[in-house]
């Protein structure tokens, strides 16, 4: 098993920038994929980003030169950078573990941000 917990959801304005984390614990040696998705009120769960355990980063196309994601020194952790944040980014997001089962994948809680003025 895996968990996640993420940290550094907000409120804030547009134009802003967030800094979202994600920490893995647990069995993380089998895990090959951290990434988030994000999932707005009445929404489906939409996928943001991801980054394989090689340094190999995919980012949904629309969120490209604003988002960029990235591990932290250690490999268990994974960040998510928001710059230039809009009022549709307002969200709930979450992190998603991928370990070399096929479709074995872990979610955290989720951390809510809110961009409005």
């Known amino acids: 098993q895996v968990q996640l917990v993420e940290s550094g959801g907000g409120s804030v304005q547009p134009g802003d920038s967030l800094r979202l984390t994600c920490v893995a614990s647990?069995?993380?040696?089998?895990?090959?994929?951290m990434g988030w998705y994000r999932q707005a009120p009445g929404g489906q769960r939409d996928f943001v980003a991801q980054i394989s355990r090689d340094g190999y980063v995919q980012i949904d196309d629309s969120l490209k030169g604003r988002f960029t994601i990235s591990r932290g020194n250690a490999q268990n952790t994974v960040n998510l950078q928001m710059t230039a944040l809009r009022p549709e980014d307002t969200a709930m997001y979450f992190c998603r573990a991928d370990d070399v089962v096929p479709g074995h994948n872990f979610w955290g809680q989720g951390t809510q941000v809110t961009v409005s003025s």
């Open positions: 647990g069995s993380i040696s089998s895990v090959y994929l």
